[in-house]
């Protein structure tokens, strides 16, 4: 490719991505805000706060739950006062689902020890509880000084299996919620405020990559015609 091939090839693809980039900020604006950048903000800081004078002259541990609890949790160290360790941990999701399958699978486990530690598990939102109540089943037999549970979101009236949530920053109706790390099919999760993704969002979806292929697809390489062409 000569240079100035190149250089239009650069602007094309430039201008291409800038056109993806706009519709994907449309659509992000179009949906319904439901608690914005500085309400977050303020309560995250009240939920630092009151850690910081709960576990005074203790270092505890900070266990995210990816992905979701990522941005909430770098937030929220930043507004403790006092030393805190970070670790994760990782659990099946639903994929690209928006309801709980109900079962459960570790696919990421602590790197450290938590026997005699002050664990505070930090989860972006509870819904069924299901999640939140094997982790806690799977880190108490560990031994742990103290366990408690802070969540930015708090879906009450979806529970299935009770949980006691110690610190909540915001109880919220039944609605499938996005952004500040929270996702629909691992998008959204950028975005700095809560949004809603209704029924309608989740149909207009076309780039939804949740749907199983059906028996009788042909994928690329494998045989019939068209085989090996790549088309997508
Ligand atoms: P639970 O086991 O049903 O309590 O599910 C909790 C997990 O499901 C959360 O950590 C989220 O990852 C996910 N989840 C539940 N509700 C929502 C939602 O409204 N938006 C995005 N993720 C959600
Ligand atoms: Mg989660």
Same mark, same amino acid.
Request: proline share 3%; hydrophobic share 40%.
């Given at each position: 490719?000569?240079?100035?091939?190149?250089?239009?090839?650069?602007?094309?693809?430039?201008?291409?991505?800038?056109?993806?980039?706009?519709?994907?900020?449309?659509?992000?604006?179009?949906?319904?805000?439901?608690?914005?950048?500085?309400?977050?903000?303020?309560?995250?800081?009240?939920?630092?706060?009151?850690?910081?004078?709960?576990?005074?002259?203790?270092?505890?541990?900070? !266990? #995210?739950?990816?992905?979701?609890? +990522?941005?909430?949790?770098?937030? &929220?160290?930043?507004?403790?006062?006092? =030393?805190? /360790?970070?670790?994760?941990?990782?659990?099946?999701?639903?994929?690209?689902?928006?309801?709980?399958?109900?079962?459960?699978?570790?696919?990421?486990?602590?790197?450290?020890?938590?026997?005699?530690?002050?664990?505070?598990?930090?989860?972006?939102?509870?819904?069924?509880?299901?999640?939140?109540?094997?982790?806690?089943?799977?880190?108490?037999?560990?031994?742990?000084?103290?366990?408690?549970?802070?969540?930015?979101?708090?879906?009450?009236?979806?529970?299935?299996?009770?949980?006691?949530?110690?610190?909540?920053?915001?109880?919220?109706?039944?609605?499938?919620? !996005? #952004?500040?790390?929270?996702?629909? +099919?691992?998008?959204?999760?950028? &975005?700095?405020?809560?949004?809603?993704? =209704?029924? /309608?969002?989740?149909?207009?979806?076309?780039?939804?990559?949740?749907?199983?292929?059906?028996?009788?697809?042909?994928?690329?390489?494998?045989?019939?015609?068209?085989?090996?062409?790549?088309?997508?």
């Amino acid at each position: 490719m000569g240079p100035l091939v190149a250089v239009r090839f650069a602007e094309g693809y430039h201008s291409a991505q800038a056109t993806e980039l706009h519709f994907l900020r449309q659509r992000e604006a179009s949906l319904e805000i439901l608690i914005d950048e500085a309400t977050l903000a303020k309560r995250v800081a009240e939920l630092g706060e009151e850690l910081s004078r709960d576990y005074l002259g203790r270092t505890p541990i900070l !266990v #995210g739950i990816l992905k979701g609890s +990522a941005i909430f949790l770098s937030d &929220l160290i930043r507004k403790i006062s006092i =030393d805190c /360790e970070i670790d994760f941990i990782s659990i099946s999701s639903y994929g690209n689902r928006t309801k709980s399958s109900g079962s459960v699978q570790l696919l990421k486990d602590l790197d450290r020890d938590i026997y005699d530690r002050d664990v505070i598990v930090v989860e972006d939102i509870v819904d069924s509880g299901n999640s939140l109540s094997y982790i806690k089943k799977s880190l108490l037999a560990r031994g742990p000084h103290s366990f408690s549970i802070v969540a930015l979101l708090d879906k009450k009236e979806r529970r299935e299996t009770p949980v006691y949530v110690d610190y909540i920053g915001f109880e919220i109706e039944d609605r499938f919620v !996005v #952004g500040y790390g929270l996702d629909y +099919a691992e998008r959204y999760r950028g &975005l700095p405020h809560i949004a809603v993704l =209704d029924d /309608e969002d989740l149909a207009d979806d076309v780039t939804d990559v949740g749907t199983p292929p059906s028996e009788d697809v042909t994928f690329p390489g494998e045989f019939g015609e068209g085989a090996g062409s790549r088309e997508s």
